[in-house]
């Protein structure tokens, strides 16, 4: 679920021991409590580096923020929602076997990472108390079921049209999640939006909840060189725009070589809540805190954890979750560290408390920009 192995954190990255006194990352420090690690065997390895891990994701942003004295600009909104699902995640943890004590550890710390910041006595409990903005952008993203009675909260760039393929298998508009023709991603689905109040309440109460999650880095990357590499009608739409405010000379462009450090500069420039979807914080499209999801899957888990999510709402045997295409090309590792270390220190330091909420709630290391980590 972490794009790098938890025993490699980042060289360079240098953190202080706890957040700022009383704030909310300190807060969730504080519930993370040592009992789980205590429960692993032949591990006593990971100890220090889990340790420092949940240190790096409960303070780093807030840390972050300090230093470039922004922490009043942020726009992204706080947290909201209780801790009635999480006891759910956990035992979902605990039931992909005692083989995979790792990602049982990040589980573990991701949980109480998100109750300690959901769980603040001032957040929502629900959909009803967010904005009717917020609340019309999650429900818009997502799915129903209502044969096997579950809810998706779909993220585009984290295997949305994959998921969308098997939605429509199991409703019988699609053969198979094999067929190759381009997804049409709005007939044949039913959204949450669609529904009367009472429906939505009903649905929410009672139905198996799950999302997936991405590095936010990586998934900014996969969107900038799918969009803008790819896809004319976002070349033209924003593409162009992009190259106008930020290029000094930008006649001739057709939108198609927006630079990384260009589409950085204009993210920075909008409004979280109002950001196109392949780019808007993960936070903001499914609201983690106010729907009480039962189950959090990740990009770099995805086999695994759709398999479980087919078998937890009972998914007949021939569904299952497609296999990675053999022109995608992913994400690697060598090409996001590229793009970043290429991109103004500044501008990525300026861009991290955009999506601090999808790096802590999520449990992903902030990426490393130190001069010493980019020049190897």
């Given at each position: 679920m972490f794009p790098r192995p938890l025993n490699e954190l980042p060289e360079g990255f240098h953190m202080a021991s706890e957040g700022p006194p009383g704030g909310v990352h300190s807060q969730a420090l504080r519930r993370i409590s040592p009992h789980p690690l205590s429960r692993v065997r032949g591990h006593s390895n990971l100890l220090p580096t889990m340790l420092m891990f949940g240190v790096i994701v409960a303070s780093s942003g807030l840390l972050l923020m300090i230093e470039k004295g922004i922490l009043a600009d942020v726009k992204t909104p706080p947290p909201r929602g209780d801790l009635a699902w999480r006891t759910h995640g956990s035992r979902a943890s605990r039931e992909f076997g005692d083989g995979d004590v790792d990602h049982q550890i990040l589980q573990d710390i991701r949980n109480r990472t998100m109750?300690?910041?959901?769980?603040?006595?001032?957040?929502?409990?629900?959909?009803?108390?967010?904005?009717?903005?917020?609340?019309?952008?999650?429900?818009?993203?997502?799915l129903v079921n209502d044969e096997y009675k579950f809810l998706?909260?779909?993220?585009?760039?984290?295997?949305?049209?994959?998921?969308?393929?098997?939605?429509?298998?199991?409703?019988?508009?699609?053969?198979?999640?094999?067929?190759?023709s381009k997804m049409d991603h709005k007939n044949d689905l039913v959204f949450l939006s669609e529904l009367s109040v009472e429906q939505i309440k009903h649905r929410l109460k009672h139905y198996f909840k799950f999302i997936f999650v991405r590095d936010p880095m990586e998934r900014l990357l996969s969107a900038y060189r799918n969009k803008f590499g790819e896809i004319k009608e976002y070349q033209q739409k924003y593409g162009m725009e992009i190259v106008r405010r930020y290029r000094q000379h930008s006649a001739g462009s057709a939108g198609d070589d927006v630079t990384f450090s260009?589409?950085?500069?204009?993210?920075?420039?909008?409004?979280?809540?109002h950001m196109n979807e392949h780019w808007m914080p993960i936070y903001n499209l499914c609201q983690p805190c106010a729907v009480h999801y039962d189950f959090l899957g990740s990009y770099e888990r995805l086999q695994e954890d759709a398999h479980y999510v087919l078998e937890r709402i009972g998914a007949p045997s021939y569904v299952q979750f497609p296999e990675r295409q053999a022109w995608y090309k992913p994400v690697t590792k060598d090409t996001l560290n590229y793009f970043i270390c290429n991109t103004p220190r500044g501008l990525i330091k300026e861009l991290l408390p955009k999506?601090?909420?999808?790096?802590?709630?999520?449990?992903?290391?902030?990426?490393?920009?130190?001069?010493?980590?980019c020049r190897q």
């Amino acid at each position: 679920m972490f794009p790098r192995p938890l025993n490699e954190l980042p060289e360079g990255f240098h953190m202080a021991s706890e957040g700022p006194p009383g704030g909310v990352h300190s807060q969730a420090l504080r519930r993370i409590s040592p009992h789980p690690l205590s429960r692993v065997r032949g591990h006593s390895n990971l100890l220090p580096t889990m340790l420092m891990f949940g240190v790096i994701v409960a303070s780093s942003g807030l840390l972050l923020m300090i230093e470039k004295g922004i922490l009043a600009d942020v726009k992204t909104p706080p947290p909201r929602g209780d801790l009635a699902w999480r006891t759910h995640g956990s035992r979902a943890s605990r039931e992909f076997g005692d083989g995979d004590v790792d990602h049982q550890i990040l589980q573990d710390i991701r949980n109480r990472t998100m109750s300690g910041i959901c769980g603040q006595k001032d957040m929502p409990h629900s959909v009803w108390q967010l904005s009717a903005a917020q609340r019309r952008t999650v429900l818009k993203h997502i799915l129903v079921n209502d044969e096997y009675k579950f809810l998706y909260c779909y993220v585009p760039k984290v295997a949305c049209s994959n998921w969308k393929r098997v939605l429509k298998v199991l409703d019988g508009s699609l053969e198979s999640v094999d067929v190759k023709s381009k997804m049409d991603h709005k007939n044949d689905l039913v959204f949450l939006s669609e529904l009367s109040v009472e429906q939505i309440k009903h649905r929410l109460k009672h139905y198996f909840k799950f999302i997936f999650v991405r590095d936010p880095m990586e998934r900014l990357l996969s969107a900038y060189r799918n969009k803008f590499g790819e896809i004319k009608e976002y070349q033209q739409k924003y593409g162009m725009e992009i190259v106008r405010r930020y290029r000094q000379h930008s006649a001739g462009s057709a939108g198609d070589d927006v630079t990384f450090s260009e589409f950085v500069h204009y993210l920075l420039d909008e409004d979280t809540e109002h950001m196109n979807e392949h780019w808007m914080p993960i936070y903001n499209l499914c609201q983690p805190c106010a729907v009480h999801y039962d189950f959090l899957g990740s990009y770099e888990r995805l086999q695994e954890d759709a398999h479980y999510v087919l078998e937890r709402i009972g998914a007949p045997s021939y569904v299952q979750f497609p296999e990675r295409q053999a022109w995608y090309k992913p994400v690697t590792k060598d090409t996001l560290n590229y793009f970043i270390c290429n991109t103004p220190r500044g501008l990525i330091k300026e861009l991290l408390p955009k999506y601090i909420l999808d790096f802590s709630l999520f449990a992903y290391a902030l990426p490393n920009i130190t001069s010493e980590y980019c020049r190897q």
